[in-house]
């Protein structure tokens, strides 16, 4: 999957991902991390995401990180916040877009996440994964786009719990999920635990079945997975 990918969604407006409202499953079970107020929160691959405005509103400064800046401008301008732009002073591509939102900072990088360093984020409380890990593709080897992806949010913040939201189908076997072409990915509860159990103890809070269904009526579920570092 390359980047031109995501910059193509983007630049013709096809971003049906983008949610209009703040994730249902971030509310009902945020409050599970357990975070003191101005706690910092990760939102990987974030796009302009209103759960960010949310997360915000409830006391938190976050900091994210977005391969297209066009989403980035658009998420500022749209919610009426006038960001500084900084360029990164030594690794080239990579800017942040800085601004407040009543007390609360709100730093959204532009470039590609591999990219990025623990330094450069700097103290994360928590992260939370709506539509990154289910973006990004597995081909079933360790150089994966998504296993590389989950082995950078341990580099990035190793002490980090993260809330996680996965998507998976009803009535059918999970080895069958490879067959649903993406993004979003269908993924299977192992992959789940593959990917992290070395670094996390894992515990899926909610699964419940959507509206949507797939062409044999079988509807869709949505997961809600909590994360703490071992």
């Known amino acids: 999957m ?10 013709s407006n096809k971003v049906g991902f983008n949610q209009s409202k703040p994730n249902t499953l971030l509310m009902k079970h945020f409050s599970v991390l357990q975070l003191p107020k101005n706690s910092c929160i990760f939102v990987p691959l974030c796009g302009k995401s209103i759960d ?23 998420f500022f301008e749209e919610n009426q916040i006038q960001p500084i ?17 009543n007390s609360q900072t709100i730093t959204l990088w532009v470039g590609d996440i591999f990219k990025l360093t623990a330094q450069d984020l700097g103290s994360v409380d928590a992260i939370y994964d709506r539509a990154a890990l289910v973006a990004l593709p597995d ?46 990915f269908l993924i299977p509860t192992q992959k789940i635990h593959d990917y992290y159990q070395h670094a996390y103890q894992l515990d ?8 949507k269904v797939n062409s044999e009526g079988k509807p869709f579920l949505n997961l809600a997975w909590y994360l703490v570092p071992l």
């Open 2 to 11: 390359e980047p031109n990918f995501w910059q193509n969604k983007w630049q």
């Open 52 to 74: 960010m405005i949310w997360l915000a509103d409830q006391g938190y400064d976050v900091v994210g990180v977005e391969l297209v800046e066009l989403a980035v401008e658009q």
């Open 85 to 101: 732009v900084v360029e990164h002073p030594t690794t080239a591509g990579l800017k942040y877009y800085q601004g407040r939102l």
């Open 139 to 184: 081909d079933g080897t360790n150089e994966s786009l998504r296993v590389r992806y989950a082995q950078q949010l341990i580099k990035l913040a190793p002490k980090a719990q993260q809330l996680l939201l996965s998507f998976g189908l009803s009535g059918v076997d999970e080895a069958e999920y490879a067959s649903y072409s993406g993004p979003p």
């Open 204 to 211: 899926l809070l909610e699964a419940y079945e959507t509206q």
